[in-house]
């Protein structure tokens, strides 16, 4: 009886090893990356030209490419890797920077460091900060949410001005600009989800300020000077009825091609669906996005953007040397990613290829993926940490009351006692 116990003891590790995904030699020199993203016309698309480029050279690895959205990567992840058990799981993911910290700061062992698959350096240098963790790289930076102030050129003709005027020009100088084109067009300057604080986000980041200390955790309302001064200038454009709300994505983009707007800031992600009216081609350009007055600020921001990651399981070495030998180190890649997908990566190298030197006439022969990447090196350092879509959720709240008339210092107060709770 002794003896079957222990063969049955013995038997029961063996399953549960087998069950658990933990690693064997076989399992070690598996031939099969499994790749998990969202949106199949752009992140999937990307996967897909670098699968391609990479079999060109390494055909013996099987690359599978699948789609999930991202709400649900997000809880297959966190299911998964709360439990401790790795069963099912992709070799490489993609997760976006805002999200990032909180994977790496409650999991950092699940993950594994891509330091001798790629040189950080060659990437834009605001892509550091969410990517890595305790001074080790995990995530290789994939695409940039570099921001512009997309701007109706025949617009502001109407009224005088020219894109001249916006260049180096700060939020006084473009609500002073947009002011003028409603009173000679009747068109708003912007549009806006009144729950939507990407605007805000992008306004402080121009500062190199976040919702967080530096330390990515610890609440940075009540005496957050950009934070502030993005919520004045929010406030002005909304007294001034610069300012038209939509509810959802398709009334944002309803709005844009319909011409009903001025100006559109925004990750440069929104360019094909600005495109997407052919009639207002050669009516756009692209203005460096704007900074904040009367402060340390710069004409470059952020919107979105995500990494890819590798997961701490078998097949770790080769899913990052994929990912090292493509988004990491393959400029031609980069270049088939501006021309077929018409995104901006952030690996610095690919951005003296032609297809970011092209000129797009939509834009009036403007060169602006060279102009986007030329802002992608100014933007600011943040860290966003692990609170973002905690604290928008309560600042989202709190701005209407200012907007209704509560006092600014108060406003923020609430919100950094709400935050701190919420942070806990």
């Known amino acids: 009886m002794k003896k079957f116990l222990a063969l049955l003891f013995v038997s029961l590790l063996v399953l549960s090893a087998c069950s658990s995904g933990s690693s064997s030699e076989a399992d070690a020199d598996t031939n099969d990356i499994k790749v998990w993203a ?135 100088k473009v609500i002073e600009i947009g002011t003028a084109v409603k009173d000679a067009t009747g068109k708003q300057m912007i549009t806006q989800d009144p729950k939507d604080l990407g605007l805000l986000r992008m306004m402080i980041q121009t500062s190199g300020a976040w919702y967080l200390e530096e330390d990515g955790v610890t609440p940075n309302i009540a005496n957050n000077d950009a934070l502030k001064e993005a919520f004045r200038l929010y406030k002005e454009m909304i007294d001034a009825d610069l300012v038209k709300p939509h509810a959802d994505w398709s009334q944002y983009i309803a709005t844009i091609n ?106 009036g022969g403007q060169k602006i993926m060279s102009d986007f990447a030329a802002w992608t090196e100014e933007i600011p350092q943040v860290n966003y940490g692990l609170h973002t879509y905690v604290i928008e959720d309560i600042l989202a709240n709190e701005i209407q009351k200012y907007l209704q008339g509560e006092d600014l210092d108060t406003v923020m107060e609430n919100a950094q006692s709400l935050a701190e ?3 806990k």
Do not use: C
């Open 38 to 172: 969202w949106d199949p016309n752009f992140n999937i698309k990307a996967a897909e030209l670098a699968k391609t480029a990479y079999q060109e050279e390494n055909s013996e690895l099987n690359i599978e490419i699948i789609e999930y959205a991202q709400d649900d990567i997000i809880q297959k992840l966190n299911t998964s890797l709360s439990s401790g058990t790795t069963k099912g799981l992709p070799n490489v993911v993609l997760i976006e920077d805002y999200r990032a910290q909180s994977f790496l700061q409650s999991y950092p062992d699940m993950f594994y460091s891509v330091d001798d698959a790629i040189s950080i350096d060659d990437f834009a240098k605001y892509k550091q900060p969410p990517t890595s963790f305790e001074g080790k790289q995990y995530g290789v930076p994939f695409d940039s949410g570099v921001a512009g102030l997309y701007v109706r050129t025949d617009y502001l003709e109407e009224a005088g001005y020219s894109i001249d005027d916006l260049q180096d020009a700060d939020w006084e």
């Open 421 to 423: 709770q919420q942070a």
């Open 258 to 363: 319909n011409g009903d707007i001025s100006m559109l800031p925004s990750g440069n992600w929104i360019t094909p669906s600005v495109k997407a009216e052919a009639s207002q081609s050669g009516k756009w350009a692209v203005a460096p996005f704007p900074k904040l007055p009367g402060m340390d600020s710069v004409n470059a921001s952020n919107l979105g953007g995500s990494s890819w990651y590798v997961l701490n399981i078998p097949g770790k070495e080769k899913a990052a040397e994929f990912l090292g030998q493509t988004f990491g180190a393959d400029v031609d890649f980069h270049q088939q990613f501006v021309e077929e997908v018409g995104g901006v990566g952030t690996y610095q190298p690919a951005a003296e290829g032609e297809a970011y030197q092209a000129e797009d006439e939509f834009f």
